[in-house]
């Protein structure tokens, strides 16, 4: 795995963990009793970003670390995962050796 693919992995990794995060313990202006005027009151009633990104940061980091070993050093190909048998046969330059 090159460099730029970890990065796009980590970043992958990241925006998904982020997703599943921001709804976690999340009070909205309906919950608290104070609704300002203009808004849902499905809004966020305190929501602490950086506190979430570092959250976010943490969990995704540990996902990386556990996904990236597997891809460099479990053997795991891309054929082993070819449910579907897409890509044919192995030729002698799929071979490893």
Known sequence: MSIVSAIVLFAVIW???LLCVLPVRMETQGDV???VE???ASAPANLNMKRKAWITTFISFG???V?????LFSGL???DID?????????IDDTRG
Request: net charge positive.
């Open 63 to 65: 996902l990386w670390v």
């Open 15 to 17: 925006f998904l963990t």
């Open 77 to 79: 190909t891309i054929r």
């Open 67 to 71: 996904l990236a070993w597997v891809i």
């Open 83 to 91: 449910f579907f048998n897409r890509m044919g046969p192995p030729t």
């Open 33 to 35: 009793g104070e609704i």
């Open 38 to 40: 203009g808004t849902h």
